[in-house]
């Protein structure tokens, strides 16, 4: 699934950036969310800044493990036998998801943290909407999710199984056959689909209106294009 880095607002005002904006609220609460999340440097969690770090330091978020001075396309890496915190030891699951995310001027639990995180928003956001945390992750909002779902907190697979095959805004190539549906979509989204001969199969929103759409895509499609919509899940069953 495609992934985008949107930075996130400080842990105090994490959870209306992450829950409520992404929730039925009211549109107070929406403009606080905002807000928040335009807060300065100063006002971010440790964790923000980390992540911040291994951005610019050329971490890429991939668990293959690297060469032992460098990852595969990224600047240079601990290697798996510098992965320790000051105290204590690391768990085989949180070694697994340290290997080759780790720039060599920040401490691994600092990492780590970043990963934890990423849990705690899927967690406390899934208790209130479902859908919206699986959008979330779709559209890559949360950093990582999928590698922090599966070696840090595997209770939250399901979310990462409902947006198994999903689709965030943007233009994507050849996208996979059948049926999906909009989780947290606004009135303005709309879509089309192309075919090899550059004709549309199918564009929205239909005549019905209102922010909740389903569209199917055809066999050998070229093209799927998606604007307001947020992200799409596939429909299974």
């Not at 979330?136 to 950093?143: P, S, Y």
């Not at 004709?199 to 499609?221: K, M």
Request: net charge negative; proline share 6%.
């Amino acid at each position: 699934m495609r992934r985008t880095h949107l930075r996130r607002p400080a842990a105090a005002s994490l959870l209306l950036a992450a829950v409520l904006a992404v929730t039925g609220c009211s549109s107070s609460e929406k403009d606080e969310a905002k807000a928040a999340a335009s807060a300065s440097a100063s006002e971010r969690s440790a964790a923000e800044r980390v992540e911040d770090q291994v951005d610019q330091d050329g971490g890429d978020g991939k668990t293959e493990s690297p060469s032992p001075s460098e990852s595969a396309d990224s600047g240079p890496v601990r290697p798996d036998s510098e992965l320790k915190p000051a105290t204590g030891s690391f768990t085989k699951d949180e070694k697994e998801y340290l290997k080759g995310r780790v720039p060599q001027s920040i401490e691994p639990a600092a990492v780590l943290d970043v990963g934890k995180e990423a849990c705690q928003r899927i967690e406390r956001t899934a208790k209130r909407d479902k859908d919206a945390t699986v959008a979330a992750v779709i559209a890559g909002e949360i950093k990582d999710a999928e590698d922090a779902v599966n070696h840090l907190c595997p209770e939250q697979k399901p979310v990462l199984d409902a947006a198994k095959g999903g689709y965030a805004d943007g233009t994507h190539a050849n996208p996979a056959a059948g049926r999906y549906r909009t989780l947290t979509a606004g009135p303005g989204c709309t879509w089309s689909v192309m075919d090899a001969k550059g004709g549309e199969v199918a564009s929205g929103p239909g005549p019905e209106g209102g922010d909740q759409h389903e569209l199917t895509i055809p066999s050998g499609a070229k093209e799927f294009t998606s604007n307001g919509c947020y992200a799409w899940a596939r429909v299974t069953g």
